[in-house]
């Protein structure tokens, strides 16, 4: 994440998650990750700053990558949550939020303004739960006369699938239901459904969002402030705000909120660091999974376009014309990104428009994690399993030297090889409690920075590969 935030003006609405539709209800490994070797070393200390000693590094001791469910907590599945309630004979969405594991009590955003089919407001703003890596989700209405208070949406990427669910737990009658795939929220999440949150500077209706001057991305104003601090000193007019852990920082106007037992902890960009990565994963597992011939027959088109959108002017006219005419082939019409994408299955307008509702707004698919977009997360995967595959892609990461280092960290990352697998292990294959034991004393800053930081310093090397690998260099 970038550490120097800019300010941007307040918008008064936001919308996170309704009830939605999915293909599968199963949460299984995901294919990007395969099997991870890692160690930990306890990390060395940088100034103040404790590092990983190298890219493989998780510095506390765990047994796995994943969440371990611990006894008297729900595994965070919607199959998960459902079979608690039952088996501990839940009745209530205060029972339940009380025996949240920790990595949801902390990561958690304040909405005073929605969209959606629920209400809230200053005094009983809706909490939104991320978790640690942003795979499960929750909408909670604190407001008693709210239509929708007892119905509580949540949101789950299927690992496997690639999916999300969109999910509803009814608590309005004495035995809580479940109710998957409610219609209305295609509306607001489309008909592949996806979550909608505010991009980077701008999450529009959040406790955090530029409602005050201040030198952040996530500047609280007085009013937040005020309403943070009853909260925190237990003036909730609701019980549904008790399980929240905060940290023990002073809030003030201007400034931003930290998440607590979290080594860096500004609390938007960590929810659009979790939202993102999770939600870029689940467009590669899709595109992967949907036509895997495709899918291999494309993936070195789909990075070379990926330079053109990344730095533009970088293919001739010869070269555009016949990585189009490959894109043709496999059923595309124009031969451009938008196209490659579709012919895997994504449509980006859909997809990648977290910021937008899916039906009524214009789609924006620029959506912003912090120092990078959606369109980089996924080109990071597609040249990850590429280098899982391919030598020759993987000793040009390994022959690309990185300068730079790792954000903070002097010495860590020799080559972009060893960035990239840093990148992945962050982003992508560490996940839930354990995700969130690491990141209290660890969280990488610039991990979504992956133009700067991978693409540009291979280019060099990658693209003529990649050019004459599929047979449209300028002299083929």
């Known amino acids: 994440m970038r550490s120097v935030y800019s300010g941007f003006g307040f918008v008064a609405m ?7 539709s ?20 306890g990390g060395k200390l940088n100034g103040k700053l404790l590092c990983p000693t190298a890219v493989n590094d998780i510095i506390i001791k765990l047994n796995s990558l994943n969440s371990i469910v611990k006894d008297g907590e729900p595994k965070m599945t919607i199959d998960g949550v459902m079979n608690f309630i039952q088996k501990n004979n839940i009745t209530t969405i205060t029972e339940l939020l009380n025996r949240l594991p920790e990595h949801f009590r ?54 496997n699938s690639g999916f999300w669910e969109f999910s509803q737990f009814d608590f309005t009658q004495k035995e809580p239901k479940l109710h998957r795939n409610p219609a209305s929220c ?23 969002d530029n409602e005050a001057a201040g030198p952040n991305g996530e500047a609280l104003s007085y009013r937040h402030v005020l309403r943070m601090k009853e909260i925190i000193e237990g003036n909730t007019y609701s019980d549904r ?44 597992v899709r595109m992967k999974k949907t036509n895997p011939s495709k899918y291999k027959a494309i993936r070195e088109a789909l990075l070379l376009l990926g330079y053109e959108h990344m730095i533009e002017n970088i293919l001739s006219d010869t070269e555009k014309e016949r990585i189009g005419n490959l894109i043709k082939s496999l059923g595309g019409e124009k031969g451009d990104l938008n196209d490659a994408f579709k012919v895997l ?39 990850y399993d590429l280098a899982n595959e391919d030598d020759e892609i993987k000793n040009i990461l390994l022959l690309a030297p990185n300068t730079p280092g790792i954000f903070g960290c002097d010495n860590l990352g020799k080559n972009i090889k060893e960035v990239v697998d ?6 992508h294959q560490l996940f839930g409690s354990a995700r969130y034991e690491v990141n209290k004393v660890y969280y990488s800053q610039d991990a979504e920075n992956i133009k700067e930081k991978v693409f540009i310093p291979v280019y060099n090397l990658l693209t003529p590969y990649l050019k004459k690998k599929i047979g449209v260099e300028r002299n083929s």
């Not at 936001?14 to 939605?20: P, S, V």
């Open 22 to 41: 999915s293909k599968t209800n199963i949460k299984n490994q995901s294919i990007v990750s395969n099997k991870v070797d890692y160690i930990s070393t």
């Open 186 to 208: 295609i509306r607001c999440h489309g008909e592949n459904p996806r979550p909608v949150w505010g991009t980077n500077m701008d999450w529009p209706g959040v406790f955090g």
């Open 345 to 383: 299955g994504i449509d980006l307008e859909e997809s990648f428009s977290l910021g937008t509702l899916a039906k009524e707004e214009s789609p924006k698919t620029d959506w912003s994690l912090g120092a990078g977009d959606l369109y980089e997360q996924v080109f990071l995967q597609v040249l």
């Open 422 to 427: 840093f990148k992945m292990l962050h982003m």
């Open 14 to 20: 936001i919308i996170f998650l309704l009830g939605c």
């Open 241 to 284: 705000f008790d399980f929240l852990k905060w940290s023990d920082q002073e809030l003030t106007s201007g400034g931003i909120r930290r998440i607590a037992d979290h080594a860096f902890g500004a609390e938007l960009l960590v929810s659009n660091m979790a939202m993102g990565t999770a939600t870029a994963r689940g467009i590669f």
């Open 106 to 159: 902390n990561n958690f955003s304040l909405v005073e303004h929605t969209r959606g089919e629920g209400q809230s407001n200053l005094r009983y703003p809706r909490i939104v739960l991320f978790g640690s890596d942003g795979t499960f989700l929750m909408n909670i209405s604190t407001k008693p006369d709210d239509p929708k208070y007892d119905l509580l949406d949540c949101a789950e990427l299927n690992e």
